[in-house]
């Protein structure tokens, strides 16, 4: 299972302002909401840096409890106490509330209602949202997007080549794997830091099973 840590999170151009957002968020005792988004959409860390947050928490000791928007809206539906359980838990971390925009049901409208209770008690949330920068006005509802950019918005930007690079070098370095010129095409062409390290990991696989294979011809 992947480690989320800020210390397996690349510190690179295109987060370096997220991630100072995000750690000033969580020492900040008035902040209440946070929403971690990205100019992609998806794939270039909001996950990693909200578990790496949740990481760090964990060690001052405060109740931090985290769920994908699927899950809760599973286990909201089967157990109708979850909600008020959830209103006053120290921290509250929400990934891809996205999933939640198109269900028009009774339990994800009470979902956002236990959301907008937590902040405005001062109950310390942080969501992320897998939508593009230029997508955000269309594609959430409008109730929801006043709660959701309301208060602290910490916005991951678009890699750069040099950032990219930097990525695939730690996880080059994390594979056990030499670096070959092949490489270069991986890292020009990937959409997005998830892609990047996919590509990596699959071709860091290949060459192991070639080389499995090589040493059993030897043999």
């Known amino acids: 299972m992947k480690e989320f840590s800020l210390s397996t999170l690349v510190n690179a151009e295109y987060n370096q302002s997220a991630i100072g957002i995000a750690l000033k968020f969580i020492a900040d005792q008035d902040a209440t909401f946070m929403t971690i988004d990205s100019y992609f959409g998806n794939g270039d860390g909001m ?8 990481e760090e928490l964990h060690r001052t000791g405060v109740k931090v409890v985290s769920y994908s928007a699927e899950r809760l809206l599973r286990g909201a ?42 902040n405005v008690t001062g109950k310390k949330t942080i969501c992320t949202v897998a939508i593009a920068v230029k997508d955000i006005d269309s594609e959430i509802p ?8 309301s208060a602290t918005v910490c916005r991951l930007g678009i890699p750069s080549l040099a950032d990219k690079c930097k990525v695939a070098m730690a996880k080059i370095d994390e594979l056990g794997i030499p670096f ?26 290949l060459q192991n099973i070639q080389k499995n294979a090589f040493f059993e011809q030897v043999l």
């Open 47 to 54: 996950t990693h840096l909200m578990m790496g947050l949740a």
């Open 77 to 118: 539906t089967a157990d109708a106490s979850l909600l008020s359980r959830l209103t006053d838990c120290d921290y509250l971390l929400l990934d891809d509330l996205n999933f939640l925009f198109d269900k028009t049901t009774a339990v994800s409208a009470a979902i956002f209602d236990m959301l907008a209770t937590r």
């Open 142 to 149: 409008q109730p929801y997007l006043d709660l959701l950019y």
């Open 180 to 205: 070959d010129a092949s490489l270069n095409e991986i890292i020009e062409q990937a959409g997005n830091i998830r892609e990047l390290e996919g590509k990596l990991t699959r071709y860091a696989a």
